[in-house]
C-alpha cells in the first residue's frame, strides 16, 4: 500500500466549460477511491458558463460528499496563484502531497489514483529529492499521444493518413517553446506539439481511445513507468507532487507548466510517467471550437459504460440550456437597466441638494453659511464638478 495515498489531495481547477466537467465528474466518480478527498475549485464567477461550471461541481458535492468538496471562496486568478493560496490554506493543512487534475481531464481505471501514489513512492525511494512529480499516461497529450500510438500499434496509420506539414511551438523568439517547423512524416511530442495544433489528429486519436477504453486499457498494461524529458514543456494534465513542489516553483510567472518546466530543468527534477495508468483529456484550447461536437457522442457513450444510476448531464438538450442561457442574459441585462436607471435618479436628486445648498449658502451668514457651503462641496465633488 502507497505511503502518501492518504497525505494526498486531488485538486481540480474549474472554470468555465461546464460540459467537459460533467463528463469528468462522472468518471471520477465512478473509479473514485472511498477514502480519497477531490477539491474542486472554482475559479471563476458572474458568466452564464462559469456559473454552470460551478453548479455541476456542487451537484457532485451533494451526491459525494464524503468525497468532493468545491471551493468557492478563494477569489478568481491566474491559475498558479488560485492554487497556491488552496494549497497553503488550512483547508489542506492535513495533506502533504497533491494530485492536480485538469477539468476535462479524468480516468478510466479504478486503481488510478493508488496506482499514481504508489508510483511516487517508488520513484522518490530511488531518485529522492531528485523527483519532480509523477504523472500518467493522458491520450490527448503532445508526449502521451506519440506513446498511446506506439502501444496501440496507430503510429504507422498516423504517418500514412494524418501526418501533414505543419508549426509547432508557440513564438520564434520564445526561449522554451519555439516556433518550430515540423515535415510531413514526423511527430512533435514537446510543447504546444503536434497533436496541440492539429485537432483533427485528437479526433483521430479520441475516437480510438475515449471511445474505445476497453481497447486502450489492455494496451497500457504492464507497460510500467517511463522518463519524461525534463527539458522539454511537458503539457501537465495529471502529476501527483509534495505540496511545497508548488512553492518551489514560483518564478514570479503566472503560468505554472512554465514555472514547472524551468524548475525541473535547472534543478534536473525527474519527471516519471506511469504508462499503466491510462487517462483521457478532452480538449486544448486551441481543439475546442474544432472538436466541441465530440462533447454528445462522447457523454452518450460513457453514460452506458460506467452505468451510473444518474445522467451525466444536468441539461443534454441544448435548446433548454439555449432557454437558460437567455434567461441568465436577460436577468443580468434587467439589472443593468435597474442600476442605470437608479444613477440616473440619483445624479438628478444630488444635482438638486447640491443647488439647494449652493443657494443656501449665499444668503445666510455665520455658521449656518459654513455649515451649507460644506454640504455643497461634499455634493459638488459627487458630481464631479
Known amino acids: 500500500m502507497s505511503m502518501i495515498k492518504n497525505k494526498t489531495a486531488i485538486v481540480i481547477l474549474a472554470y468555465a466549460d461546464f460540459e467537459s466537467l460533467e463528463i469528468s465528474l462522472a468518471c471520477h466518480s465512478r473509479f473514485l477511491d472511498s477514502n480519497s478527498k477531490i477539491f474542486i475549485l472554482q475559479n471563476g464567477r458572474g458568466t452564464y458558463d462559469c456559473e454552470r461550471t460551478y453548479n455541476v461541481a456542487k451537484r457532485y458535492e451533494i451526491l459525494y460528499p464524503n468525497n468532493i468538496e468545491v471551493v468557492d471562496d478563494i477569489p478568481p486568478q491566474r491559475p498558479y496563484y488560485a492554487i497556491k493560496q488552496l494549497l497553503d490554506s488550512d483547508r489542506l493543512k492535513d495533506y502533504d502531497y497533491i494530485c492536480k487534475l485538469d477539468d476535462d481531464v479524468f480516468p478510466i481505471t479504478d486503481n488510478w489514483f493508488a496506482k499514481l501514489c504508489d508510483t511516487y513512492d517508488k520513484q522518490y525511494a530511488v531518485l529522492g529529492d531528485k523527483l519532480g512529480y509523477v504523472t500518467s499516461l493522458v491520450n490527448n497529450n503532445p508526449w502521451g499521444t506519440k506513446r498511446v500510438m506506439d502501444l496501440m500499434g496507430l503510429y504507422d496509420e498516423y504517418l500514412k493518413k494524418y501526418s501533414r506539414d505543419h508549426y509547432v511551438g508557440f513564438e520564434l523568439d520564445d526561449k522554451y517553446v519555439p516556433l518550430k517547423f515540423v515535415r510531413r512524416g514526423d ?133 433548454i440550456e439555449n432557454e437558460n442561457r437567455m434567461r441568465f442574459l436577460e436577468t443580468g441585462l434587467t439589472n443593468v437597466v435597474h442600476h442605470m436607471e437608479s444613477s440616473k435618479f440619483n445624479k438628478f436628486s444630488n444635482n438638486a441638494k447640491y443647488l439647494k445648498y449652493k443657494i443656501l449658502s449665499k444668503i445666510t451668514f455665520g455658521k449656518v453659511r459654513r455649515r451649507y457651503k460644506e454640504k455643497k462641496n461634499r455634493y459638488m465633488l459627487k458630481l464631479g464638478k
Open 187 to 319: 511527430y512533435n511530442d514537446g510543447g504546444a506539439g503536434t497533436v496541440w495544433k492539429l485537432a483533427y489528429v485528437a479526433r483521430w486519436i479520441h475516437e480510438n481511445t475515449t471511445l474505445m477504453p476497453e481497447k486502450y486499457i489492455d494496451a497500457t498494461r504492464g507497460r510500467g513507468t517511463v522518463e519524461v524529458n525534463n527539458q522539454e514543456r511537458y503539457s501537465i494534465n495529471c502529476m501527483v507532487f509534495e505540496k511545497s513542489f508548488w512553492n518551489k516553483i514560483d518564478i514570479g510567472s503566472p503560468d505554472d507548466e512554465h514555472q514547472t518546466l524551468v524548475y525541473c530543468k535547472d534543478n534536473n527534477k525527474k519527471i516519471i510517467a506511469d504508462l499503466e495508468v491510462p487517462m483521457v483529456h478532452l480538449f486544448f484550447y486551441p481543439q475546442r471550437n474544432e472538436n466541441k461536437d465530440m462533447i454528445v457522442p462522447i457523454r452518450d457513450y460513457y453514460q452506458k459504460w460506467l452505468n451510473l444510476v444518474f445522467p451525466i448531464s444536468i441539461c443534454p438538450d441544448k435548446t
